[in-house]
Structures are given as structure tokens and as C-alpha cells.
């Protein structure tokens, strides 16, 4: 960990938190999703450097130690393209493979789809290829307590956050978004109430590691993160029939709660999210939660590196 270097990249006139460990000529840029962070690729950036990759971690716009734009409340998922594509400019690289986690993997596909050429590969853990828009997510599926439904009402996980210390809001969403079961609140309760605090941390993320995500998220809060992915959400990005052709994996932890979303096991396992990436491998991992990367990192990484050694840039 002592030798991944930090800096701040300028990016789209906003400084951007980049973390960076690896001299290869091939480059991996990983996509964190919330209540992630860069530090969440803790493991994978080390592995991929050893195995001769440039490893590149940030932190997204409005979130961490990078900088907040002007009006977060107008940002959408298509806002992270261009600074996907800015980054790599800023960094000298043509080409890269990109990894995104949650959320992070709409921009990753986004970015694909839209600039293919600036991609090697894609891969994806926890969530599949989603076009944002009023269909992304099936909320109205799902009872009104659904997280997601709740967090996009404006106001809502502001109030229901700031009840507690940044650090507490991390950890209950670690440990409830680690189980395989969505969390829903009851029409009495807000999200952070599911939480039981005789509840301990996951056994694969430590008090150190909370304190790391605690001290970037009490510099940046949560104003971005509700607004990128979950307010802009059901914006449609203007794009239609979109097709991701380039090789593409999806890590799926069978505990994932996501596969819990109304029609989404079907997606996946039917093969029906091949229609808009035709070349796509599906791995799944038995005991995988949805932060399998750092749950199981030996075996994420594993087939991380060997799907990108496959592959030409």
C-alpha cells in the first residue's frame, strides 16, 4: 500500500484524487461505486501492478478528496464518460482496460459504447450492462421502501444520514449492502434503522479500512454520491439500441443482494444482457457478497488478470 503514489490530475476543470501504483505500458483504470471509494481497489491495484499492469484508481467528481463541481445537482452518469475519457487524456494513455464496481460499471460500459477505441476491455462486478434511464432500475417493483426509492427523494437520506457521525454512515451501509437480502424500510423506519449495532463489521473489512473510507467521505459528504448514481438514475443519456463490442466479463457474487432486483437474475443468467454485449463472459463466485472484490480479493484478482492477459491493447 506504501507505494501506490497519489496526486491531483486537473480533469474538465475539476482536480481530480488519482491513485496510481505500476510502471507497465498497459493501463487499468478502476471505476469505485458508493459508498466506495478509490481505496476500495486497494487489492486488485496491487495484484494487476505485479502482474506488470499500470494500476490507476481515483476517485470520482464529488466524491473523496476530489474536487466538487458547481452544480452536482445537474450532473448525470454520462458526466463520468467525459471524465473517464478526460482522465486518460490527462495521463497520456490511448487505450485501457477499465474495471468498474456498482455504479461504476455504467460509465465503464457507457464509455466503451461511446468511445471504443479508448477501451481494451471491460469488467464488471455486481452490476451488468444498464442503460440509465426510467427502466434502469424497476423501482415501482419493489415496496416504497426500497433504498434506492428512498435515497432519490430529495431530502430524504440527507435527513436520514445526518442523524449519525459520516463513520457510522459507512459502516451501516458496509454491513447491510454486504448481506444478500435488498435493503427495504418499513414505512416507519429510513435505512440507516435497518442497521442493528450489535452488527460487526464484515470479517474482510477492518476498523482501519473504515477509517480510511470515513476520512474521504467527511471531506466530500454525500451530495454528489445521492445525485450520481441515484438522482440521475432514470436520466436517459440519449443513447439507443447501444452496443458494447468489445470483450467484456461480469464478476457476480451469488449472495448479491442485486440479484435480488425485480427481473435482474433472469437478465443475467439468461444470457438476455448478451444483447448489448455480445462478447461477454459471466463468472460467478458462490459466496461473493456485493463487494466481492474485497471480500475474495485472491480470487477477483485472479481472474481480473487473466481475462486482461487474453486481451490485446
Known amino acids: 500500500m506504501e507505494k501506490i503514489q497519489h496526486s491531483e490530475v486537473e480533469v474538465k476543470g475539476l482536480k481530480l484524487h488519482v491513485a496510481e501504483i505500476g510502471t507497465g505500458s498497459k493501463a487499468v483504470l478502476f471505476l469505485h461505486g458508493f459508498p466506495e471509494i478509490w481505496y476500495t481497489w486497494r487489492h486488485q491495484m496491487i495484484a494487476v501492478a505485479n502482474a506488470g ?166 471531506k466530500s459528504g454525500f451530495r454528489y454520491a445521492l445525485q450520481v448514481p441515484y438522482r440521475s438514475l432514470k436520466v436517459e443519456t440519449g443513447l439507443s439500441d447501444v452496443k458494447v463490442t468489445i470483450p467484456a466479463v461480469l464478476i457476480m457474487g451469488e449472495k448479491d443482494y442485486v440479484f435480488k432486483f425485480p427481473g435482474m437474475e433472469d437478465y443475467i443468467r439468461s444470457g438476455a444482457v448478451k444483447s448489448a454485449v455480445p462478447d461477454l463472459e459471466i463468472t460467478y463466485i458462490p459466496e461473493g457478497s456485493h463487494f466481492v472484490h474485497e471480500q475474495i480479493p485472491d480470487k477477483v484478482n485472479q481472474l481480473i488478470i487473466e481475462f486482461i492477459d487474453k486481451q490485446s491493447i
Open 53 to 218: 499492469y499500470r494500476a490507476i484508481a481515483f476517485d470520482f467528481r464529488g466524491y473523496g478528496l476530489s474536487e466538487q463541481p458547481a452544480e452536482p445537482e445537474k450532473e448525470t452518469m454520462y458526466d463520468l464518460v467525459d471524465e473517464i475519457v478526460g482522465l486518460l487524456n490527462a495521463l497520456n494513455i490511448t487505450k485501457a482496460f477499465l474495471v468498474g464496481k456498482d455504479f461504476g460499471a455504467i460509465p465503464a460500459y457507457l464509455t466503451a459504447a461511446v468511445h471504443p477505441e479508448r477501451v481494451g476491455a471491460v469488467i464488471t462486478l455486481g452490476v451488468p450492462f444498464l442503460l440509465p434511464g426510467p427502466s434502469a432500475v424497476q423501482n415501482h417493483l419493489l415496496p416504497k421502501g426500497f433504498y434506492i426509492t428512498r435515497w432519490q427523494e430529495p431530502g430524504r437520506a440527507e435527513a436520514d444520514f445526518g442523524r449519525f457521525p459520516v463513520k457510522s454512515v459507512i459502516r451501516n451501509i458496509y454491513t447491510l449492502f454486504s448481506r444478500s437480502e435488498i435493503p427495504i424500510a418499513a414505512d416507519d423506519q429510513e435505512i440507516m434503522d435497518l442497521f442493528n449495532p450489535s452488527t460487526p463489521l464484515p470479517p474482510w473489512f477492518s476498523e482501519e479500512d473504515l477509517a480510511t473510507y470515513a476520512s474521504l467521505y467527511e
